[in-house]
């Protein structure tokens, strides 16, 4: 069944810990569950819901109980009048179909690093996907290699009955596959830091006007957060 374009909303659910420094921390987590659920289409209208702490718009998808289709995953489909029933569903000749919202997800169960971030970085709009690309570059430094399998995702977690925000380095291997083991000593996490500190002042973008470039976060950020990574974000909060 081919879904139309979608909108990720990423679930962390954690295993009993504790993060105790309010500024900035790092934690190694040997076993973690991350859930991606989807919520349906960007572009469509939907009703509020909250998740993972956040409040986003989910329109789901509207699908036939019978046969599973999605009427606007069809060309041409623009509602349920007109979908395309399987040739077998009970519904196809219904006038009255019981149309089912429902969401998709999928879980992933690995390891990861939990490194909560210093308050002041929802102040900046280019501090979370600098950092996030500064991370991935020092693990870079740090393996001696692209760290294809390793992924950061935004997250929230609980610190003195307020909502913080924290970035999880995980793996994207089932069950993880040890490299972030390391990061359990706090020397290897420093390692990291200035090694992407140390590229990131070799490189000079900045002089041409680019926010960043190949040479440094690019090859590490998402399509979608390119305009808010900065070379000079990235290096004012490694400081």
Known sequence: MTL????????VRRPPATVVVHGFGAEYVRQLEVRWVNVGRTVEQGAQRLLAGVEVRAPL????????VVPTAQPGVRDVQGARHRAWCP?????????????????????GVRILLPPQFTLDHFAGPSFRA??????????GGAPDHLDVLEVHLPVDGQDRTALLLHDRVPGGTGYLAD????????ELLTGALAVLRGCDCADDGL?????CLLPFT??????????????????
């Open 222 to 239: 998402p399509p979608g957060l390119v305009e808010r990574t900065s070379l000079s974000a990235g290096c004012g909060h490694l400081q």
């Open 61 to 68: 998808f509207v699908t036939c109980p019978g046969c599973g």
């Open 134 to 143: 500064a991370l991935l570059l020092g693990l870079r430094e740090l393996l």
């Open 183 to 190: 990061l359990a000593r706090p020397s290897r996490v420093r």
């Open 4 to 11: 139309p374009e979608r909108c990720h909303q990423r679930i």
């Open 91 to 111: 519904h196809r000749t219904a006038i009255d179909v019981p149309w089912a919202e429902v969401a998709l997800g999928r879980t992933l169960r690995t390891q």
């Open 211 to 215: 926010l960043a470039c190949s040479r």
